[in-house]
């Protein structure tokens, strides 16, 4: 199968242009809101309609500055010496989970202290509805033609387009329209497993009343688990490459010890409610 050659610009309008990158984004944040809507309709507790829209809006710009600035910090430093104007250039693509995930728990602070909440009170309502946005996420990967993976005999492998930036910083002898090998098609399996997976895990355990910090801890937990495995069919990025072998990466190092906070969480939540 052929990747599909996919523009990534949606709609131009002059200087302005629509680009799915940033669709995906918008889709996150909706898909958030209405999800926490529901809970507030159908589990009634401390958030009403007010309190959702001014969490999306806390959590939306957390996740966004700190996406950035993990992706240009952790993965991409070199590039931002270079050319420091990169780190505003959100829409060429370039955000890290764990450096969002890090800009939401300071934004989900600043905003459990303004309404005198708790902190887990507020992780704990949002968590379930993060993982579709972490899906629409990497389908924005994919129309960017971002996140390739592994060389793969297999059925579900894709050639990639030579065009594709990430295909020219890893190979030099791709010169016709498509590769001549087939890769793992990682942002589809990451949209999988993050944005289905994970969604139908956390919602199921958020259904039941649970004690402080346990649907959060499971959210953290099962995202560090399933990233863990998923990295395993992608790239690492062409200038950190492996860091032990090849199958150690950067997002396996990161994401490990969001697996062991997790299950704390979950042991001081059960522990605390006894």
Not at 41 to 49: C, E, Q, T, V, W
Not at 147 to 154: A, I, Y
Not at 192 to 199: D, H, P
Not at 219 to 242: C, K, N, S
Request: aromatic share 16%.
């Amino acid at each position: 199968m052929h990747y599909p050659l996919i523009d990534p610009v949606l709609v131009s309008l002059g200087p302005l242009a629509i680009r799915w990158y940033g669709l995906s984004y918008l889709a996150a944040f909706v898909l958030a809101y209405f999800l926490m809507m529901w809970r507030v309709k159908n589990r009634p507790g401390s958030f009403d309609a007010q309190a959702v829209s001014d969490l999306v809006f806390y959590g939306a710009l957390g996740a966004v500055i700190g996406g950035r600035l993990g992706s240009v910090l952790f993965y991409n430093f070199g590039h931002f010496l270079e050319d420091p104007l990169y780190l505003l250039r959100v829409w060429e693509g370039g955000m890290s989970f764990h450096g969002g995930l890090i800009g939401a728990i300071v934004a989900l602070g600043l905003f459990a202290r303004k309404t005198g909440r708790g902190f887990f009170e507020v992780a704990d309502f949002l968590a379930p509805a993060v993982p579709t946005g972490l899906g629409s996420g990497r389908l924005g990967n994919f129309a960017n033609t971002e996140l390739p993976g592994r060389v793969t005999d297999s059925a579900f492998g894709f050639h990639y387009p030579c065009s594709a930036d990430a295909i020219k910083a890893i190979t030099f002898t791709c010169t016709g329209e498509y590769e001549t090998v087939a890769r793992h098609v990682s942002p589809l399996y990451q949209a999988f497993a993050e944005g289905m997976v994970l969604f139908v895990l956390v919602w199921l355990v958020a259904l039941k009343s649970r004690p402080a910090a346990v649907v959060s801890g499971v959210f953290v937990a099962g995202y560090g688990v399933l990233r863990l495995f998923t990295e395993y069919f992608r790239l690492p990025d062409a200038h950190i490459g492996y860091l032990a072998g090849d199958w150690l990466t950067l997002g396996q190092i990161y994401s490990l010890p969001m697996v062991i906070a997790g299950v704390v969480l979950i042991l001081y939540g059960r522990r605390f409610s006894r």
